[in-house]
């Protein structure tokens, strides 16, 4: 079942997990070349260098690190992954980028993308074919990573005039993670067949693997995202409060 897995190797055992770190040297260089391009674009049109520099090195960190391999083994690691790119390193490699201007028509764009990709790549066939395949695989991350940067860089710098707009897609998006994980979590049965025979040596059934996936799916993202919807009404406020249109 498992020669066929494409990328960060066979599933782990406990005991061997520390050593299995992903040495891909491509993936270094690539990572590198991004981390070290965006920083030096930021720094010629006056933006935030240091923050883009440190959402890649998180992306690096969860693919790159032991956390690779045991997602090969766990769902809920795989979802951690994920939750680290899309919640940690894209909102950071977003802060770098020029804001949208007002009424940017990008918002909703974005938004739905995103949350096609979330869907998409954590319904059973598509997550499958993953484990089995590196284009498909590295299709999941460049898409969950794109749709994020896109979405955070809508959500975070948006005109104060566009507040109800940001409002209204961080809502949206944290009510549809928060639906996706409450489903994954309250299921009564395992939907992964990738999963049936690797969680038992970390001392879990498939279904408690995909629930505690869930779990780290529901709460960081619509914690997050609330905190995000704050912070939109609040500068909105001060505009408000200073006279300013923004």
Request: charged share 10%.
């Amino acid at each position: 079942m498992w020669q066929r897995v494409a990328y960060c190797g066979l599933p782990p055992i406990p005991g061997e997990l520390v050593g299995r770190f992903n040495l891909d040297p491509l993936l270094v260089a690539v990572l590198a070349t991004l981390a070290i391009s965006q920083s030096n674009w930021c720094r010629t049109k006056g933006l935030n260098s240091t923050a883009p520099a440190i959402g890649w090195a998180v992306v690096g960190a969860v693919t790159l690190s032991p956390l690779c391999a045991l997602s090969v083994a766990l769902f809920s690691a795989r979802v951690a992954q994920h939750m680290i790119i899309l919640l940690v390193a894209a909102p950071l490699i977003a802060i770098g980028l020029p804001p949208p201007a007002r009424g940017s028509r990008t918002l909703w764009p974005a938004t739905i993308a995103f949350f096609a990709a979330l869907w998409a790549w954590h319904m059973p066939a598509p997550y499958d074919a993953t484990l089995h395949s590196i284009p498909l695989y590295w299709a999941m991350h460049a898409s969950l990573l794109g749709t994020s940067v896109l979405l955070w860089h809508e959500l975070i710098g948006h005109d104060a005039r566009d507040t109800i707009g940001a409002l209204g897609a961080g809502f949206a998006t944290s009510m549809q993670m928060g639906l996706l994980g409450a489903i994954l979590t309250f299921s009564g049965h395992a939907w992964f067949a990738g999963h049936y025979l690797t969680t038992e040596a970390w001392g879990l059934t498939p279904l408690d693997d995909q629930q505690l996936g869930g779990v780290l799916m529901w709460v960081p993202g619509g914690l997050l995202l609330l905190w995000i919807s704050l912070r939109s009404f609040y500068r909105a406020w001060r505009a408000m409060e200073a006279g300013q249109p923004a």
